[in-house]
C-alpha cells in the first residue's frame, strides 16, 4: 500500500509539473503573440497616420487650388461683359426710365445737348488726359505730340465703342452696355499706363448719360407708338360704334314710317278692328323706346358689355379674357378676336351690359391682378383663371347685370378636331 501511494504521488508531481512547462511554454507563446500584434497595430496606426497627414496635405493642397481658381474666376467675371440678349431679356423686367421726360422730343432734345457738352469737352482737350512732361529723343515737343497722337487714338477707340453700343441699343441692354464701356476705359488706362493716358471722369459720364438718354427715347418712342395704336384702336372702335347707331337708326325711322302709314291707313278705313290698332301703336312705343336707349348709349361713352371669353384650344384650360366694347352687338368684338390669329373661336361665358361697364371691367380686372397673363402691357387682359372663378368674382362685382353665365365652354372646332386627329391614328 505504501509502494502504491508513492508511485501514485511521483505521477502527480510529474503531471503536476508537466502542467506548468505547458502553462508557462502558453504564456510564452501568448506573450510572443501579443508582443507581434502590439508590432503590427503600431505599424499599422503609423501607416494610418501617415495616410491622414497625407490625406490633410493633400486636401490643404485642393483648398490652395480652389482658393485660386475662385480668384481667377472672380476677375475673369470682372473682365466679362453679359451680350445674351435672351439673359438680358430675362433679367430686365419693365424698364424702368433713368432720365423721366415728358415725350420723345423731349429726349431727343437733351440727346442734342449731351452731344454738345461732350463735343466741347473733345476740342478743350479735356476728354482724354495723359503726361505732359514726356519727352523722346530729347524732345518734350516730340513727347507732347506721341502723348497726344495715343490719346487721340484711344479716345477714337472709345467713341468706337459707345457708337456701337448707341446704334445697336435696345433698352434692355442698357446695363450691359454701360459695364461694357465701362471696361473698355479700364482697357484705355491700362493700355496708357506708362503716359499715364486715360478718358476723363466727365467725358465718360456724358457718355454714358448719351447711352441712358438713348434708352429712354427708344422707350418712350416705342411707349408713343403703344399709345397711337391704342388710341386709333379707340377710334376704329367708337366709329364702328357710330355707324352701327347710324343704321340702326336708318331702320327704326323706316320701321317707323312704315308703321305711321300702316296706321294712318287702318285709322283712316275705320274697318281695322281695334286691335290691330292697338298692336300698331305697341310697335310704335317699342320703336321710340329702342331710339331713346340708343340715345342713351351714344350720349353715354361709359356704357357697354363686359365680356368673360376663354379659347381652350389656343391658351388652355385656365385663360380667359375679361374685355369691354361699346358695340350695340358685343358679338362683333368676339367674333374679331376669333379671327386667323387664333387656330378656334373663342367661347363666350357671360356678356354683360352696365351703364357704367368702365368701372365693371376695372374692378374685375383688379380683382385678378395678380393673375395677370402680361404683366408688362396691361392693355392685354388675359388672366390665368378659371371661367368657375371668374364667375364668383362677377356675382359680387355686376350684381343684377349678371343674367347668365356659361361655364362650360363649348370649343366645338376644339373637340371635333381632338375627335380626328384620334380618329387618323
Not at 277 to 294: F, M, Q, T
Request: net charge neutral; charged share 35%; with cysteine.
Amino acid at each position: 500500500m505504501t509502494a502504491l501511494a508513492g508511485a501514485d504521488a511521483a505521477r502527480l508531481v510529474q503531471e503536476t509539473e508537466r502542467l506548468r512547462r505547458a502553462h508557462a511554454e502558453h504564456l510564452t507563446e501568448l506573450q510572443r503573440i501579443d508582443a507581434v500584434l502590439d508590432t503590427k497595430v503600431e505599424a499599422a496606426a503609423e501607416r494610418a497616420e501617415n495616410e491622414l497627414r497625407g490625406s490633410r496635405q493633400r486636401l490643404h493642397e485642393m483648398e490652395i487650388q480652389a482658393q485660386e481658381a475662385e480668384r481667377r474666376l472672380t476677375a475673369a467675371r470682372s473682365g466679362l461683359v453679359v451680350t445674351d440678349d435672351l439673359v438680358l431679356l430675362q433679367e430686365a423686367g419693365i424698364y424702368e426710365y433713368r432720365h423721366p421726360l415728358a415725350d420723345a422730343v423731349a429726349y431727343k432734345a437733351e440727346l442734342d445737348r449731351i452731344k454738345e457738352c461732350y463735343k466741347a469737352l473733345t476740342k478743350n482737350g479735356q476728354a482724354v488726359v495723359g503726361v505732359t512732361e514726356w519727352t523722346v529723343n530729347g524732345s518734350a515737343a516730340e513727347g507732347r505730340r506721341m502723348v497726344s497722337d495715343f490719346s487721340k487714338l484711344m479716345l477714337r477707340a472709345y467713341n468706337a465703342e459707345v457708337d456701337t453700343a448707341v446704334r445697336g441699343m435696345k433698352p434692355h441692354r442698357l446695363a450691359s452696355l454701360i459695364d461694357r464701356l465701362a471696361k473698355s476705359r479700364q482697357a484705355i488706362a491700362r493700355l496708357g499706363k506708362t503716359m499715364q493716358i486715360r478718358v476723363t471722369d466727365e467725358y465718360h459720364r456724358l457718355r454714358v448719360r448719351e447711352l441712358e438718354l438713348t434708352a429712354d427715347h427708344l422707350a418712350k418712342v416705342e411707349e408713343e407708338k403703344e399709345q397711337r395704336r391704342e388710341e386709333r384702336a379707340r377710334q376704329r372702335e367708337g366709329e364702328r360704334l357710330e355707324r352701327e347707331i347710324a343704321r340702326e337708326r336708318a331702320r327704326l325711322d323706316k320701321e317707323r314710317n312704315r308703321l305711321v302709314l300702316a296706321l294712318t291707313r287702318a285709322r283712316s278705313a275705320g274697318q281695322v278692328a281695334p286691335d290691330q290698332i292697338e298692336e300698331l301703336e305697341r310697335k310704335l312705343g317699342e320703336i321710340d323706346a329702342d331710339e331713346e336707349a340708343i340715345n342713351r348709349r351714344e350720349a353715354n361713352n361709359r356704357a357697354g358689355y363686359v365680356y368673360v371669353i376663354s379659347n381652350i384650344g389656343a391658351f388652355g384650360q385656365s385663360m380667359v379674357k375679361i374685355g369691354l366694347t361699346r358695340r350695340l352687338d358685343p358679338m362683333d368684338r368676339v367674333n374679331e378676336l376669333g379671327d386667323a390669329s387664333v387656330p378656334f373661336r373663342f367661347d363666350v361665358h357671360a356678356l354683360i351690359y352696365s351703364d357704367d361697364a368702365v368701372s365693371l371691367e376695372r374692378a374685375l380686372h383688379q380683382e385678378f391682378e395678380d393673375r395677370r397673363v402680361n404683366r408688362v402691357n396691361a392693355r392685354r387682359e388675359f388672366f390665368y383663371a378659371t371661367p368657375a372663378q371668374v364667375c364668383d368674382a362677377l356675382t359680387r362685382h355686376a350684381g343684377q347685370h349678371l343674367l347668365e353665365f356659361h361655364e362650360e365652354p363649348d370649343a366645338s372646332e376644339w373637340r371635333a378636331s381632338i375627335a380626328s386627329a384620334q380618329a387618323n391614328r
